[in-house]
């Protein structure tokens, strides 16, 4: 992205945003609510187009990467039906459907590509549960396997931990360094919390309408910036060479 503004009626959400995002990274973007974060998501798959500045994605236009189903996107957890009356294996499998023309069925590449989908998040064996008896983490999983079952080239991800408790939300991340180091998907993701996401990024943007950062998550935490992305009253917990937490994810 180079110098994109986008203006939403009379509001200008995004000023001046200039980015730029490696394959098999995950790159976080934070911020607090209201400071563009999804605008700047939607701009990137090119839902929304810049009012000025231009946005290339594998040296195309979003436009054309998005027909070409190479972005797998998890939105924001009031977006979609908590207790959506569907089996694990039917809410994968929908978007191999969206592909297809009217009362077209799923072809052998098409149930592969959806049992291993769940193989990558660790839901194989929940294929037959109902999607709404599952807890939040084990739903984000699903829903990430969706996004994998389409083979995308990158993963969108707004707000996914949302919800989630420490435990869960561990383990989500977990799943997300699994699927840069094994898969070689390029992610990125969105986040209000910055101290719970911090430990996973390769980059990080802290973005409240403009971008105040945008380098390597431990650079980032300045208390100008985090005062420039999110106000004055910013308590920080730091992670030091004692978190079990961390050790884990090495």
């Known amino acids: 992205m180079e110098s994109v503004n986008v203006r939403l009626g009379h509001d200008q959400v995004l000023e001046d945003i200039t980015l730029q995002v490696e ?3 995950i790159f976080l973007i934070v911020g607090p609510n209201g400071g563009g974060k999804t605008t700047l998501l939607k701009t990137i798959m090119g839902v929304l187009a810049p009012n000025t500045g231009t946005v290339a994605v594998f040296d195309q236009s979003p436009q ?3 027909r070409r189903g190479f972005f797998g996107y998890l939105p924001q957890k009031g977006q979609y039906a908590q207790d959506f009356p569907a089996l694990v294996r039917d809410v994968v499998a929908m978007t191999r459907f969206a592909q297809k023309k009217w009362l077209e069925v799923l072809t ?7 049992e291993q989908a769940l193989l990558d998040v660790d839901m194989a064996e ?10 939040g ?3 984000q999983r699903v ?3 969706r996004a994998l079952a389409k083979e995308p080239r990158i993963l969108i991800l707004d707000e996914p931990s949302t919800g989630l408790d420490t435990v869960a939300q561990d383990s989500f991340y977990q799943l997300l360094l699994k699927l840069r180091d094994e898969q070689n998907l390029t992610i990125i993701m969105v986040s209000h919390d910055i101290g719970a996401v911090s430990t996973i990024g390769d ?7 403009k971008i105040h950062f945008h380098g390597p998550p431990q650079a980032c935490m300045t208390p100008e910036n985090l ?6 009253n910013i308590h920080f917990l730091m992670h030091d060479q004692n978190c079990q937490t961390c050790k884990r994810r090495k």
């Open 126 to 135: 929940f294929s037959r549960h109902p999607f709404a008896t599952l807890s």
């Open 203 to 209: 980059q990080i943007a802290c973005l409240k309408r």
């Open 23 to 25: 394959q098999r990274q």
């Open 64 to 66: 054309t990467v998005r």
């Open 143 to 145: 829903l990430i396997a």
């Open 108 to 114: 052998g590449k098409d149930k592969r590509l959806i």
């Open 227 to 232: 005062r420039k992305t999110f106000g004055r």
């Open 137 to 139: 983490g084990q739903k």
